[in-house]
């Protein structure tokens, strides 16, 4: 069966609770909801252990001193 109710991979809640936004991400797809979206655009290495590959993702500039 297709079961495709995404989740948000940071809070985990449902398209039947809130948007939620479909990102493939090599060739896999996840869901993340508006309120995490900038999770994933500014800090990606929050996400790091729920979706697998987002370390590699490195947030544009350094945050070095
Ligand atoms: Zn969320």
């Given at each position: 069966m297709s079961d495709n109710i995404l989740e948000c991979v940071h809070c985990g809640r449902t398209s039947d609770e809130v948007p939620v936004i479909s990102v493939e991400y090599q060739s896999n797809n996840y869901g993340i909801c508006p309120q995490h979206l900038p999770v994933l655009i500014h800090?990606?290495?929050?996400l790091v252990g729920k979706l697998?590959?987002?370390?590699?993702l490195k947030a544009e500039g350094h945050d070095h001193h």
């Open positions: 800090k990606p290495q929050m697998p590959g987002v370390e590699n």
